[in-house]
């Protein structure tokens, strides 16, 4: 999903269970800036386009997949908090929805899915997530 | 099967060299050492459990010894072998499992800690081979957290270094996925 989305769900969380501090920032490190994986693939883009865009890229890397929560659960254990586990979730939830190839074993597999509610446009689950989200933030200001 | 650094390889198997010709005329498999160390290794924890920590970690010493002398000789004698790589690697992370808890059994570290960090260090192992990386913040660390006093810190420590390898190791995985692909010029 967009930078948005993940932004407005991460807000309202954050809104929901009143967080601060130390707990604020694992929320929007595990909710929002866990993208950032993007960055390892930029030089084997330009190396294939250049500077032409291609549309439907792989971006993602296992940083953000299923199979992270290998490493994002005992990190949590280690850190005695549940916040790294919920907001990754929930990026993983609201990436899911939307129907790019989505590799979510792998290395250990290279099973792939286009995720969650395929038969449904895109466009209509970014809007709805976005007024649902947007609704919800406004009503816990 | 896991590439270590060929250039320490070089300096280790030269500064060994007299050690595994003798080795070697003598008939010993790098199998045995392997076994050897792990046997060290087994009473190094039995001596934990007593808590006569010096004594556990000059055996551990000595059990890394061999552990470094098994590849070396594997390699002298050109016989390494995907079966001498998995023994070792079976001896390696039991030894670890074993320190680990048996230090959390006298009290030194916490019974969560120890648990942890032996999770780290199997993930790290599973991508090992693949990613051609690892650490190698394992037992060595120990050594550390005996001369500042604090083994708590030092599994500490190798649990984030081996959880973060793991990353790492998922990462380059993803990166020469990605390349492979691009070069295929295929869709993932």
């Known amino acids: 999903m967009t930078f948005i989305s993940h ?3 991460v807000t309202a969380g954050v809104q929901a269970l009143n967080l601060q501090g130390w707990d604020l920032i694992l929320a929007y490190i595990f909710g929002l800036a866990i993208d950032f994986d993007h960055i390892v693939k930029v030089p084997l883009y330009f190396l294939k386009n250049k500077f032409k865009k291609e549309k439907y890229y792989h971006w993602r890397t296992s940083f953000q997949e299923p199979i992270a929560l290998l490493w994002v ?3 949590s254990i280690f850190i005695n908090s549940s916040i790294p586990v919920i907001f990754f979730i929930s990026h993983l939830v609201l990436d899911y929805f939307i129907s790019y190839n989505k590799l979510p074993f792998y290395p250990f597999s290279k099973y792939s899915t286009k995720g969650l509610f395929i038969n449904v446009s895109d466009t209509i689950k970014e809007v709805l997530v976005i007024t649902i989200f947007l609704c919800i933030n406004l009503i816990l200001l | 099967m896991y590439k270590s650094n060929s250039f320490i390889n070089k300096k280790v198997n030269k500064l060994l060299s007299p050690l595994l010709k003798l080795l070697c005329s003598v008939g010993i498999t790098p199998n045995q050492v392997s076994a050897t160390g792990f046997i060290i290794g087994t009473i190094s924890v039995i001596f934990v459990l007593l808590q006569k920590i010096e004594i556990a970690l000059i055996l551990l010493f000595i059990s890394l010894i061999f552990d470094s002398i098994d590849g070396a000789l594997a390699r002298y004698t050109k016989s390494e072998s995907r079966l001498g790589e998995k023994l070792e690697l079976i001896f390696d992370r039991t030894n670890e499992t074993m320190w680990f ?3 959390a059994m006298i009290d030194l570290v916490s019974l969560k800690i120890a648990i942890l960090a032996i999770i780290a260090i199997l993930l790290m192992s599973t991508l090992r081979n693949k990613s051609n990386f690892d650490p190698g913040f394992k037992r060595t660390i120990l050594f550390i957290g005996y001369f500042i006093n604090n083994f708590q810190l ?3 420590v190798i649990f984030l270094v081996n959880l973060i390898g793991f990353v ?6 993803d990166y020469k996925y ?3 692909a691009d070069v295929k010029n295929v869709k993932i």
């Open chain 2, 178 to 180: 990605q390349k492979q």
């Open chain 2, 101 to 103: 808890l048996a230090l």
């Open chain 1, 7 to 9: 932004a407005l769900v």
């Open chain 1, 73 to 75: 659960i005992p990190l």
């Open chain 2, 154 to 156: 030092a599994i500490e």
């Open chain 2, 168 to 173: 790492i190791s998922m990462l380059i995985l």
